[in-house]
């Protein structure tokens, strides 16, 4: 039997539409009537399909017996067939899969038949005898096996010869399949290439067409134009006549403005001259436009420097005493218990001076007379009475604080007893009211609004915020959240770094500001931390130093310049005298030790600032935490504000006395002049 024949690709192009595109494209192919007896349905069956038609006659050969009566015309329709191979089929068909159909329908066959008479085989090239018509062939014995197997045998010799020639005639049809496809590629593209020169010469057509038109218009326009000129020819004939006459009076006129022209020119060149000269004066005043800026910048300098002089003149340490008023509930003081005289300049020269009396009912004359009032005097650089407003109080050190950005270290700190309005005046009133704004957030607010304005003469700011307690000589952070609350004994004093001269308070935090708002939401926090216990004079009285720091720092990218400097604005604790007499419980031991501790770090507040105004060789900024923390804002290149809040009760006459006498002291002090921190 023969071996499995080759696949063709299953997805190749039908032969027949090659054909079909060969006609669309009026291209003739040469065709040749085949030579194929089956039908193209019945050769595409596969071997299945075969042995599945075969079927029938095997079990008509297996009913008869000894009779085997399958005939082929189908094999002798094909061995009719000459082997002309320069003859090809108009249409190629697909490789038909003949032989193994033959093999798989003759091996049934075999197993039914018995051995009979030999058949010679036939000659290659010879075809097979035809069917007889109408009738069958010669019957051979059923036992007669070996000529039936010859018979069978020769079958499957002209079935294979067949295959043979089916092959060349596909590989023909292939062959000639190529060359239509190539010739339908050649055409093809002729077929582009004549499109495209069809579209150019039509459009070449149109355009000549257009332009035809359009000269046509033209000719009929010229006509027109012609005969018009025609006319205007012998008007113009007229009109000469008369145009010589007017000739020879603009030749004259034509002179005369000859002479004006030369005039003119000589103008011009004056004119160009002028505007050289023009061009040369706009450079020199850019030229002076540069220097009046870097005369600005030194003048901004000059400003700078002036106003630092004017807070020398007004001095580096000054001190404010601010009365509180009386508050709802309170007994109103006699007259004449406070007084504040008026300036040098009369009623409208801001106060400066304060007198308190103070009568003393164990002191009495020989008569029996109660004593006369002993009246104190003092004299500060600024007193404000009760009915000052907070913006008041800000207007007088608006200028201060606004040598923070020049690079001045300033510090604030308000001072006095418990209940005279310290934090009120540092962070304000409660309730949100603008007109009770304390120093804190009015401070920050004049800040980033002057950083603004010198943002146009190339100066940018950074603000960096802290706000610590120092409670019983331990600080603590009051803008910490969360877990870190309750964690402020951690928090210690440290050198920035080696060799600077910067503090930092460690496991603090340092948060970056630049509005407003974010001020605010670090005061409320701070308000929530902070140490605050009950006392003789305040329902809720601070008892723990307060330091707020901003650090700022200056950058004129343009020529170089920087500066940095902190800006401190502390709120010290209250204090008020326990009575030793009393009998002392727990919290009256706890408010003595806090009471002893903010007494202790006062006592050496006043001993570093005599210290700097006796310009001693050691200041003892270590024996408090306070001090060490404000070291850099306390020295000689700091500028330093106090105040010091009074109560105006007759009752606190004792401790108002005390915080004035010591603010006396301190007012009386000089340091040296401030430096700024530039690089």
Not at 523 to 552: C, D, G, P
């Amino acid at each position: 039997m023969s071996g499995p024949e080759p696949d063709m690709e299953p997805q190749q192009r039908s032969p027949l539409l090659e054909v079909k595109g060969n006609i669309e494209l009026k291209r003739p192919l040469a065709k040749a009537a085949s030579r194929l007896p089956l039908s193209g349905r019945r050769l595409k069956r596969g071997p299945d399909q075969m042995e599945e038609a075969l079927e029938p006659e095997k079990k008509r050969t297996r009913g008869l017996g000894t009779r085997v009566t399958t005939t082929h015309p189908r094999a002798a329709a094909l061995s009719s067939v000459p082997q002309t191979q320069g003859q090809t089929a108009a249409v190629p068909r697909a490789p038909r899969k003949s032989a193994p159909r033959c093999s798989m329908a003759v091996a049934p066959v075999l197993k039914t038949q018995k051995p009979g008479p030999v058949v010679p085989a036939q000659k290659p090239g010879t075809t097979a005898a035809p069917p007889m018509v109408g009738g069958k062939k010669p019957k051979r014995p059923a036992w007669d096996l070996k000529g039936q197997l010859c018979d069978l045998n020769a079958e499957l010799k002209c079935y294979r010869e067949r295959k043979q020639v089916l092959d060349q005639e596909n590989q023909q049809l292939q062959d000639q399949l190529r060359e239509a496809q190539q010739q339908a590629s050649a055409l093809g593209a002729e077929r582009r290439t004549l499109e495209e020169e069809l579209t150019r010469v039509r459009a070449q057509a149109e355009q000549g067409q257009r332009e035809l038109g359009n000269l046509s218009a033209r000719v009929l326009e010229l006509e027109e134009r012609l005969g018009t000129q025609e006319g205007l020819v012998q008007e113009l004939q007229q009109e000469q006549l008369r145009l010589q006459e007017e000739r020879r009076g603009l030749a004259a006129q034509l002179g005369e403005q000859e002479r004006r022209l030369q005039t003119s020119e000589a103008s011009l060149s004056d004119s160009q001259a002028e505007v050289a000269s023009l061009r040369q004066e706009a450079a020199a005043r850019e030229a002076v436009l540069a220097e009046r800026e870097d005369r600005l910048h030194g003048l901004e300098m000059e400003r700078r420097r002036l106003h630092n002089q004017l807070q020398e003149l007004k001095g580096n340490i000054r001190v404010f005493c601010r009365v509180r008023p009386v508050l709802p509930g309170e007994s109103t003081p006699s007259p004449g218990f406070l007084q504040f005289p008026s300036g040098p300049c009369g009623p409208s020269d801001p106060p400066t001076r304060l007198s308190l009396s103070r009568s003393d009912e164990r002191r009495g004359t020989l008569s029996g007379a109660p004593a006369a009032p002993t009246r104190h005097d003092f004299s500060f650089d600024r007193v404000f009475p009760p009915g000052s407003g907070q913006d008041e109080v800000f207007e007088e050190i608006s200028m201060l604080v606004q040598s923070a950005l020049d690079g001045y270290p300033v510090c604030i700190f308000a001072y006095g007893q418990t209940g005279s309005g310290k934090t009120f005046t540092m962070e304000g009133g409660p309730g949100g009211d603008p007109r009770l704004e304390g120093l804190i957030p009015r401070a920050l607010r004049h800040l980033f609004s002057v950083a603004q304005e010198l943002r146009g003469q190339g100066w940018t700011y950074s603000f960096v915020a802290s706000y610590v307690e120092i409670y019983n000589e331990t600080v603590r952070d009051l803008l910490a959240t969360g877990a870190r609350k309750g964690q402020g004994g951690e928090c210690e004093i440290r050198r920035a770094g080696p060799g600077s001269e910067e503090l930092t308070v460690t496991n603090a935090r340092y948060v970056p500001v630049s509005c407003e708002r974010e001020v605010e939401a670090l005061l409320h926090l701070a308000r929530q931390n902070r140490a605050v216990a009950r006392t003789a004079q305040n329902e809720r009285s601070s008892r723990s130093h307060s330091v707020f720091q901003l650090q700022i720092s200056g950058e004129h990218a343009g020529r170089g310049l920087q500066c940095a400097a902190p800006l401190s604005l502390v709120d010290l604790a209250g204090s008020e005298r326990l009575d030793p007499g009393l009998a002392l419980g727990p919290g009256e031991r706890e408010r003595l030790r806090e009471t002893q501790a903010i007494n202790s770090s006062l006592s050496t507040l006043g001993l570093v600032i005599m210290a700097l105004s006796n310009k001693e060789s050691h200041v003892p900024y270590r024996n408090s935490k306070l001090t060490y923390l404000l070291q850099n804002s306390l020295g000689g290149s700091a500028k330093m504000l106090m105040f010091v809040n009074i109560s105006p009760l007759e009752e606190n006459v004792s401790e108002s006395l005390n915080s004035l006498r010591f603010a006396s002291k301190v007012n009386q002090c000089v340091i040296g002049t401030a430096q700024a921190n530039k690089k």
